[in-house]
């Protein structure tokens, strides 16, 4: 067990965002977080990486290493620092250059690693928020709306990367709101609008009447 959610309310002055949640996370496991606009996903984010403590209840976190894939990209981005530079340097672990060049080159980003990050298009800029995350070897990883910015090439090349990390044992939690988007076999939904509306697997979800890409939010 590495998240178990008892109980958890999140409320500011008389307003409650998040209310009686309950779930829990396994080691392997890859879980989409869903719901509308204003619903409590970021709050609930905010919980799990420990920027926020519950009003009441309890959340329980396994004391392992937590990547996290903000979706806001950071205003770094604005900073003369160089690719190479922001993924070296902004590490807590201190990447091995090795490490850096490999994922440089399997997320097609070699040939820019000496470029400023503010010349960088927003989805390459992505991209190197996403090594920066890999790099910290999480074993869970957190991505927050992780493809905003990305063509539906490299969307695709992504979620299949993300695939194969969890093949290998890493626990993902994707916020997202279009359901078309890493969902997978055996992948388990927790669908929040203040409450859990539904905390199940993506098989039972679809049995409840809710297609793959039926669930479309205003953004
Ligand atoms: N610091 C705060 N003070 C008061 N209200 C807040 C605060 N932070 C968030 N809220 C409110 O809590 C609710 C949930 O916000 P949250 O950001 O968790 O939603 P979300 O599901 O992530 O939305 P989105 O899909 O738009 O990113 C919103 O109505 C928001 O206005």
Redesign the pocket.
């Known amino acids: 067990m590495i998240i178990q959610a008892e109980h958890v309310f999140?409320e500011?002055?008389t307003?409650v965002?998040?209310k009686d949640i309950q779930f829990q996370v396994n080691k392997g496991d890859y879980l989409n977080i869903i719901?509308?606009?204003?619903?409590?996903?970021?709050?609930?984010?905010?919980i799990l990486t420990n920027l926020q403590k519950p009003t009441q209840g309890k959340m329980t976190i396994a004391p392992v290493v937590f990547g996290y894939l903000p979706?806001h990209l950071n205003q770094s981005a604005k900073l003369p620092a160089t690719v190479y530079e922001v993924l070296k340097l902004s590490n807590a672990k201190r990447p091995s250059n090795e490490a850096i060049d490999t994922l440089l080159k399997e997320m097609e980003m070699f040939d820019l690693k000496y470029h400023p990050m503010q010349r960088l298009s927003g989805g390459e800029q992505q991209r190197v928020y996403i090594i920066r995350a890999l790099l910290s070897n999480p074993d869970v990883l957190i991505l927050d709306?992780p493809t905003s910015a990305l063509d539906p090439n490299f969307r695709q090349f992504f979620y299949s990367y993300i695939e194969k990390l969890n093949d290998q044992g890493m626990t993902i939690i994707h916020?997202t709101?279009d359901l078309s988007d890493g969902l997978r076999h055996g992948s388990k939904i927790l669908e929040?609008d203040q409450e859990v509306k539904f905390f199940g697997t993506f098989e039972q979800y679809q049995l409840l009447g809710h297609k793959k890409g039926g669930h479309h939010?205003h953004?």
């Open positions: 999140v500011y002055g307003s965002v998040l719901g509308p606009n204003g619903s409590g996903k970021t709050t609930l984010i905010k979706q709306e916020v709101h929040l939010h953004v």
